[in-house]
T-cell receptor
Framework: NAGVTQTPKFRVLKTGQSMTLLCAQD?????MYWYRQDPGMGLRLIHY???????AKGEVPDGYNVSRLKKQNFLLGLESAAPSQTSVYFC????????????FGPGTRLTVL | SQKIEQNSEALNIQEGKTATLTCNYT??????LQWYRQDPGRGPVFLLL?????KEKRKERLKVTFDTTLKQSLFHITASQPADSATYLC?????????????FGKGTTLSVSS
């Protein structure tokens, strides 16, 4: 099992450009999450999904969109990147049990110039 | 406001000593609390989960306590080694429901010197 994978690992964008981050999990998990991690801020939830075809906003959703067309994939889109979106992005997934641990991907380091 | 705080950003100890990390929360009543380890450039990795009816849980050199009265969890690493150097995150489920996103503390970076 590969667990949770993220594509790409690194990316540099110019302000105003768009991109999509891909998260894939092979554990048949129902729930998937996108976080951003910034120095001194910890992990902050951007969007999450409780199942295929459903998404919901987290703590910091502005400037991002998501889609969960397939159970194993969760996409995070930036339509018009801004320097404030420079961050490390982590995807995570978990099973349907309460109290279950989250499995994280390796992260995507994004720089917006 | 609802908060989860880890008392120090950094902790430096000598090899062989016991490291103790603290996680405090307010305005939550979590049924369980989790601890994760994060190495530089990597995603967090789950270590331990402790339930509200468990006062203490152990896994090898790791020990976690959970005091729902104090709203506090302590994370101990005994006989610490340089390989234990990492950032440790505590996390809780604010609604005690399946699928709810966890809320994470900002982490404590542990450095173990030989």
């Amino acid at each position: 099992n590969a667990g949770v994978t993220q594509t790409p690992k690194f990316r540099v964008l110019k302000t105003g450009q768009s991109m999509t981050l891909l998260c894939a999990q092979d554990m048949n998990h129902e729930y998937m999450y996108w976080y951003r991690q910034d120095p001194g801020m910890g992990l902050r939830l951007i969007h999450y999904s409780v199942g295929e075809g459903t998404t919901a906003k987290g703590e910091v959703p502005d400037g991002y969109n998501v889609s969960r067309l397939k159970k194993q994939n969760f996409l995070l889109g930036l339509e018009s990147a801004a320097p404030s979106q420079t961050s490390v992005y982590f995807c995570a997934s978990t099973s349907g049990r309460a109290g279950r641990e989250q499995f994280f991907g390796p992260g995507t380091r994004l720089t917006v110039l | 406001s609802q908060k989860i705080e880890q008392n120090s950003e950094a902790l430096n100890i000598q090899e062989g000593k016991t490291a103790t990390l603290t996680c405090n929360y307010t305005n939550y009543s979590p049924a369980y609390l989790q601890w994760y380890r994060q190495d530089p450039g990597r995603g967090p990795v789950f270590l331990l989960l402790i339930r509200e009816n468990e006062k203490e849980k152990r896994k090898e050199r790791l020990k976690v306590t959970f005091d729902t009265t104090l709203k506090q969890s302590l994370f101990h690493i005994t006989a610490s080694q340089p390989a234990d150097s990492a950032t440790y995150l505590c996390a809780l489920d604010p609604f005690n429901q399946a699928g709810t996103a966890l809320i994470f503390g900002k982490g404590t970076t542990l450095s173990v010197s030989s």
